[in-house]
């Protein structure tokens, strides 16, 4: 069964408009970690945010923030005033007590100029 | 200074053939990756070491080997490629113990001919 839950697969934006993507989690683990990586056309994946279940504290960094609801058992992320820059693959993950990351299937947004 | 390195960045071979790709960390983590990404962006890890021992290694082929010669390298080894092993490789490295963030690689883009 699937761990990460990304239901949208592709998102297009004007730019200067917000964008969230959304990510559902499932675990059975009390202690677990979740994060989003993003991916840009390049190809390199590179780390944005790691939270742990026991810190539901909303984060914002800049344009991006994140928003961890356990009691839905989502990690949404949203990015305010979006950039062509911002145009890639995001995942969000799922990090249980066997440290293996669970990648949900990815959500392509593309951001036009 | 590259974090996570790997090489080659690509590699276009034969089917049948045996090739290698190398990864190394300079961050002084204690835990290495290989994930596989598939054609359509999903991520899949295959193989963890803590400390050149294997403690993670998911429904993988055996034609699939990895080897880790001290903490800071694994690299893999793959015989008798075969088409369907056309995908991007990656390589993580983080401390174990405590979920820490695990940091990427570039990547290796293998095509099977």
């Known amino acids: 069964a699937q761990k990460v839950t990304q239901a949208q697969t592709e998102i297009s934006v004007v730019e200067k408009e917000d964008v969230t993507l959304d990510c559902v989690y499932e675990?059975?683990?009390?202690?677990?970690?979740l994060f989003w990586y993003k991916q840009p056309p390049s190809g390199e994946l590179v780390f944005l945010i790691r939270?742990?279940?026991?810190?539901?504290q909303n984060e914002i960094s800049g344009r991006y923030s994140w928003n961890f609801q356990k009691s839905t058992s989502s990690f949404n992320f949203t990015i305010t005033a979006s950039q062509v820059v911002d145009s890639a693959v995001y995942f969000c993950?799922?990090?249980?007590?066997?440290?293996?990351?669970?990648f949900g299937a990815g959500t392509t947004v593309t951001v036009r100029a | 200074d590259t974090a996570v390195s790997q090489t080659p960045k690509y590699l276009v071979t034969q089917m049948g053939n045996d090739k290698s790709i190398k990864c190394e960390q300079n961050?002084?983590?204690?835990?290495m990756y290989w994930y596989k990404q598939d054609s359509k962006k999903f991520l899949k890890i295959m193989f963890s070491?803590?400390?050149?021992?294997?403690?993670i290694n998911e429904t993988v082929p055996n034609r699939f080997s990895p080897k880790s010669p001290d903490k800071a390298h694994l690299n893999l080894h793959i015989n008798s490629l075969e088409l369907g092993d056309s995908a991007v490789y990656f390589c993580?490295?983080?401390?174990?113990?405590?979920?820490?963030?695990?940091?990427f690689g570039p990547g290796t883009r293998l095509l099977v001919l």
């Open positions: 993580a490295s983080s401390l174990v113990g405590q979920q820490e963030t695990q940091y």
């Open positions: 675990t059975r683990d009390t202690t677990y970690y």
């Open positions: 939270r742990n279940s026991f810190d539901e």
């Open positions: 993950a799922l990090s249980e007590a066997d440290y293996k990351l669970s």
């Open positions: 961050l002084g983590h204690d835990t």
């Open positions: 070491y803590n400390n050149k021992e294997l403690i």
